[in-house]
């Protein structure tokens, strides 16, 4: 029984924790890296190791493998964002069903096209405090204080778990870097 137990935490419990509650980074890595081959895994591998162009592939495979009409949506906004597409988003927007994406993708819409009260207005319905920070470090991004992007990404990423937090630690470096 002991190794039955084992062998069901190792390969059922462990990936579940990696990919759900995990805080670190380097665990959350060796799990994409080992998965990447996975549509589902593609997006976030290749925001750590890929270009723009292995992010759009990623991201155009999991919305055409997925029947998920929501995930599609998600995967979708987050396309609109990789382009700096923001009335794309804001078509995303309104089809997600998650009221926490739809406020998320709104506000960051608004935040892209320079509409920051209007965006205010959205990031206060947003319940996720990584969605709120996320928001805040893009649009201080938008005004030039990078001081302020830096203190609200780290806050983002910090209050992430699990792929998420995975996928905002490289979608913040790369923003910081762009």
Not at 97 to 123: C, R, T, W
Request: avoid cysteine.
């Amino acid at each position: 029984f002991t190794i039955i137990g084992l062998y069901i935490a190792y390969t059922v419990f462990w990936p579940a924790h990696v990919i759900y509650k995990s805080k670190s980074i380097n665990a959350i890595h060796r799990y994409v890296r080992n998965n990447y081959k996975q549509p589902i895994f593609s997006y976030s591998y290749a925001l750590g190791n890929g270009n723009n162009q292995d992010i759009e592939t990623a991201l155009k495979r999991v919305m055409n493998t997925y029947d998920q009409e929501d995930l599609h949506d998600v995967y979708g906004g987050n396309l609109a964002i990789h382009h700096n597409k923001p009335n794309d988003l804001l078509k995303y927007a309104e089809k997600v069903i998650d009221p926490d994406y739809q406020n998320y993708f709104h506000a960051y819409a608004y935040v892209l096209k320079g509409h920051l009260d209007e965006a205010s207005d959205y990031l206060e319905k947003i319940t996720i405090p990584w969605m709120t920070h996320s928001i805040k470090a893009v649009a201080a991004r938008k005004r030039g204080e990078m001081k302020e992007f830096k203190a609200e990404a780290d806050n983002s990423i910090e209050r992430a778990i699990g792929i998420q937090r995975y996928v905002l630690h490289h979608t913040m470096r790369r923003l910081e870097d762009s």
